[in-house]
């Protein structure tokens, strides 16, 4: 059984790093717990709307910011956890190419039992999944999660920032304490 593995905001929690920057770039001083939007570009700081979006854009773009940031809670004991139930991780990121090394390294850093990593646009993650096979997947982008139920129980982990995005066919994770239970359960039974 294979499951895939979004990387931002599943396995890695950007949010602080994210808030640093914009605390040091635009004075503002804003708590990632408080964005609602998947989106940043939506969030209302008070900024100027494109100097604000040609900020994001140079953030993720800029391999620093992967390399620091740290492991999101709960998620080497639950992927250790999966591994000894007997499922294989892959990783299916919307992070462009050129982040690829800094990606592998966070991952080796971090001891984190994953396979490979599959770097593809966004939108696009279900056709990945489908061609390796996955029989879950977890996001945190509700869009994709709703795609992504396509090819297979499609987990979406429950964010402050997608909480208020109704998924139709994607069902919600409250932690990843929950995702060991539900996704054990899966395997225990297929
Ligand atoms: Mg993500």
Same mark, same amino acid.
């Given at each position: 059984?294979?499951?895939?593995?979004?990387? !931002? @905001? +599943?396995?890695?929690? *950007?949010?602080?790093?994210?808030? =640093?920057?914009?605390?040091?770039?635009?004075?503002? #001083?804003?708590?990632?717990?408080?964005?609602?939007?998947?989106?940043?570009?939506?969030?209302?700081?008070?900024?100027?709307?494109?100097?604000?979006?040609?900020?994001?854009?140079?953030?993720?773009?800029?391999?620093?910011?992967?390399?620091?940031?740290?492991?999101? !809670? @709960? +998620?080497?004991?639950? *992927?250790?956890?999966?591994?000894? =139930?007997?499922?294989?991780?892959?990783?299916?990121? #919307?992070?462009?190419?050129?982040?690829?090394?800094?990606?592998?390294?966070?991952?080796?850093?971090?001891?984190?039992?994953?396979?490979?990593?599959?770097?593809?646009?966004?939108?696009?993650?279900?056709?990945?999944?489908?061609?390796?096979?996955?029989?879950?997947?977890?996001?945190?982008?509700?869009?994709?999660?709703?795609?992504?139920?396509?090819?297979?129980?499609?987990?979406?982990?429950?964010?402050?920032?997608?909480?208020?995005?109704?998924?139709?066919?994607?069902?919600?994770?409250?932690?990843?304490?929950?995702?060991?239970?539900?996704?054990?359960?899966?395997?225990?039974?297929?």
């Amino acid at each position: 059984m294979l499951c895939g593995l979004d990387l !931002d @905001g +599943v396995l890695c929690d *950007l949010g602080p790093s994210v808030a =640093a920057r914009i605390a040091d770039r635009f004075g503002v #001083a804003s708590h990632p717990s408080t964005w609602r939007s998947y989106d940043l570009r939506l969030l209302r700081l008070g900024v100027p709307e494109d100097k604000f979006s040609e900020f994001l854009d140079e953030t993720f773009a800029d391999p620093d910011l992967y390399g620091t940031a740290p492991v999101c !809670d @709960g +998620v080497v004991g639950a *992927l250790h956890q999966l591994r000894r =139930a007997g499922w294989r991780l892959v990783g299916i990121t #919307a992070r462009p190419a050129h982040l690829a090394p800094a990606t592998r390294a966070w991952m080796a850093r971090h001891g984190l039992p994953i396979e490979e990593i599959h770097h593809t646009a966004v939108g696009t993650k279900s056709a990945v999944a489908r061609q390796l096979g996955t029989h879950a997947t977890i996001e945190d982008n509700p869009t994709e999660a709703e795609l992504l139920a396509d090819v297979g129980d499609s987990w979406l982990l429950d964010r402050p920032y997608n909480r208020a995005s109704p998924v139709v066919r994607a069902r919600r994770l409250s932690s990843w304490d929950d995702a060991v239970g539900r996704l054990c359960q899966l395997r225990l039974f297929a």
